[in-house]
């Protein structure tokens, strides 16, 4: 085995930065995709509560709503591509079964960009809901 001073320094492999990152970026994907379920349903709540009543329409909620979609898929998708920059570190291939830094990074970072990919969907699916729905009844 060569010890890495000895590569020159286009050879030396990169190591994962492990020590700044974290395990937070997982769970960034299903936070954003609860906090627009809860923050999509709360609206919709108040609305017909408070500013129509209970046979009301959604009208400018459903605008509000879509401007939350917005913004969650936005997040969804920026935290998904820097899950998949961790999938893609280095030139090792699938599947991450090793126990290195390197396949453990590899492999939050396709976790990562999975939850994204479902919480994607789960918040189109939310958003789904006040499309095909627009009435408080």
């Not at 906090?35 to 400018?60: E, I, K, P």
């Not at 879509?66 to 913004?71: D, H, K, S």
Request: charged share 15%; net charge negative; with cysteine.
């Amino acid at each position: 085995m060569t010890d890495q001073t000895d590569l020159p320094a286009e050879k030396v492999p990169e190591a994962p930065p492990e020590a700044r990152e974290s395990l937070w970026l997982i769970t960034f994907g299903p936070t954003i995709w609860a906090a627009h379920f809860v923050l999509s349903y709360a609206t919709a709540a108040v609305w017909c509560a408070r500013v129509v009543g209970r046979s009301g329409m959604l009208g400018d909620a459903r605008l509000l709503i879509g401007a939350y979609t917005l913004v969650a898929l936005i997040g969804i998708v920026l935290t998904g591509l820097r899950g998949w920059k961790r999938h893609n570190f280095g030139t090792a291939t699938a599947p991450h079964d090793f126990d290195t830094p390197e396949d453990r990074h590899r492999f939050l970072g396709f976790a990562t960009l999975l939850l994204c990919g479902l919480s994607f969907v789960a918040t189109v699916f939310v958003m789904l809901s006040v499309v095909f729905i627009g009435s408080c009844e």
